[in-house]
């Protein structure tokens, strides 16, 4: 195999006259990845070119782009010196002990080459061809397809028979999806294979980075989210680990509502699971991975701080929200019962999900004991001492329980034993609407000073609340800002919190924030009359 460095200027033309005639790149399955296509090295039925993945950039219409694992030398981004040539390869698998070789023109960084086949012969085709549906992957001729970061190419340079397994680097694939943690999910993608961990035999993820850790684990809550790729496909996933339970009785309960509800969930608006992987000591849940949540949007870093660029209305938002919630109730009779800004999700189209039922994450949450709700007012005593004289934050979301209603508060039991109830639900519902409308601010932190969880949770008991909103009305900067969320949270509170909602809005959530659960109307009353108003 001849191969030749630097490019001399008779190569280009050379290249541009060369044959349309087709070439098979015999490569490797150690470095070949596509949908269909096991671990055995054996190629599947799927291995066909209709099932190579196509690619959702615009420009590049019935582009299929396969994914390759890749060495420890690589190209990112080759491409084509000369924008007129079409540039097209075929990858296939080794079907013969020789190994050919297309010539081409690639530019790798400041380094350029030719490849040519053992007769000397350059061979470029500018049509691509099946030649074996069973074993072969397309890439488009397109020329820009090189410079996708959808593509990494195999370098064959350094190839040879000889080459040791222990002296090639496996690379994880990757379907590149997210917008908001495409540059992470690139990170993972250049970690080898060797160095990350496989659960259940699926998910490659890595616990040891902490850009890799999109959520934290805290002393009440021990877990944390993980970005993680499917091993085979590339597809992006976040996998949440939760420290299982010691009591048996209650990790049967959570594997039971794991395995019968959330595999299940089949909404738009409800978080559905992947996979459920019991793995000891934690639980594994495999997700779709969300864009952020509901306090993110509140404090307006959606198109600011996540350089996103989604229009994203309050209306439309808690509309979604009920109708998870109503799906949850009408489909498994249970209620969500921990319902709060954190644990309502927003995908990068827009749409709100809710997440961590009651039934499954709560009982995951803390200790079952009494010591942990001694705990929690210490640490709140503690707060209220150290943050007296610190100013309101807008889009606090505090604690669990500062979204909880009177009845669950005054019955003081461990936060995981608490008894949720429809009502309940409906009573956090409407603190959350009126969080998203007012955009981060709370029903019973009514001062414009800063409340500690323990305030919030005095005032919920007490009924101490407002309804009352800021405005843009009070805003004398950019004319071009349509609402409260492109305005920085330091300047939007010295805006008066003086204005009031819509009349039927207010007496709507005056009734869902009632301190008496039986007042309160049912989640169905509350649907039918916010679609009214909305």
Not at 235 to 255: F, T, Y
Not at 481 to 490: A, F, R, Y
């Amino acid at each position: 195999m001849a191969s030749s460095k630097g490019l001399k200027n008779d190569t280009g033309s050379i290249l541009l006259k060369a044959s349309k005639s087709l070439c098979d790149l015999h490569v490797s399955d150690n470095y070949f990845i596509s949908k269909g296509h096991n671990d055995s090295g054996n190629s599947s039925p799927q291995d066909s070119p209709d099932s190579a993945i196509t690619s959702n950039n615009s420009n590049n219409d019935g582009l299929k782009i396969p994914f390759v694992r890749r060495r420890k030398t690589r190209s990112r981004h080759a491409s084509v010196n000369d924008q007129s040539f079409s540039r097209s390869v075929q990858f296939s698998i080794p079907n013969e002990d020789e190994i050919h070789e297309v010539g081409s023109n690639i530019s790798i960084g400041s380094k350029s080459r030719m490849r040519s086949n053992s007769e000397g012969h350059v061979n470029v085709p500018d049509l691509l061809k099946r030649t074996d549906s069973n074993s072969s992957i397309l890439l488009s001729e397109a020329s820009d397809a090189w410079d996708t970061d959808c593509y990494d190419e195999v370098d064959l340079d350094d190839y040879n028979h000889e080459l040791d397994d222990d002296e090639i680097e496996d690379y994880p694939a990757w379907r590149p999806d997210s917008k908001r943690w495409r540059a992470r999910f690139e990170a993972l993608s250049e970690i080898p294979v060797s160095s990350l961990r496989l659960l259940g035999n699926t998910f490659l993820f890595c616990d040891k980075q902490i850009p890799l850790s999109i959520a934290s684990s805290t002393s009440g809550h021990m877990s944390a989210v993980f970005l993680g790729l499917h091993k085979d496909s590339g597809e992006e996933v976040a996998i949440k680990r939760v420290k299982m339970p010691k009591e048996l009785e209650l990790r049967e309960q959570v594997v039971d509502k794991s395995m019968n509800v959330l595999l299940k969930l089949k909404h738009n608006n409800v978080q559905s699971c992947i996979d459920f992987i019991q793995k000891k000591p934690h639980f594994w849940y495999v997700q779709k991975p969300a864009m952020c949540n509901l306090r993110m949007f509140a404090v307006g870093l959606v198109n600011s701080g996540l350089s996103m660029t989604i229009k994203l209305e309050p209306v439309q938002i808690c509309k979604d929200i009920i109708s998870g919630l109503l799906h949850l109730k009408s489909q498994f009779q249970i209620c969500h019962g921990n319902l709060t800004p954190q644990n309502i999700l927003i995908t990068e189209t827009g749409e709100a999900k809710v997440t961590d039922i009651a039934c499954i994450f709560k009982k995951l949450r803390g200790a079952s004991n009494t010591a942990g709700l001694k705990n929690e007012k210490e640490k709140n005593k503690t707060n209220v001492q150290k943050k007296k004289e610190k100013k309101k934050h807008i889009g606090d979301c505090f604690t669990p329980r500062t979204w909880s209603g009177p009845e669950i508060i005054r019955s003081e039991l461990p936060y995981p034993d608490e008894k949720v109830h429809f009502k309940s639900d409906v009573f956090s519902l409407g603190l959350v609407i009126f969080y998203v409308f007012s955009y981060g601010e709370h029903v019973f932190a009514p001062e414009d000073i800063h409340h500690s969880p323990a305030m919030v949770k005095e005032n919920i008991l007490n009924n101490n609340s407002s309804l009352k909103v800021r405005s843009l009305a009070d805003f004398e900067g950019d004319e071009s800002i349509c609402n409260l969320g492109q305005i920085d949270i330091d300047e939007r509170i010295n805006l008066p919190r003086q204005h009031h909602l819509d009349e039927f809005f207010s007496e709507l959530l005056e009734n869902m924030v009632n301190s008496n659960p039986e007042l309160r109307k049912s989640l169905e009353v509350v649907a039918e009359e916010f679609k009214k108003l909305f």
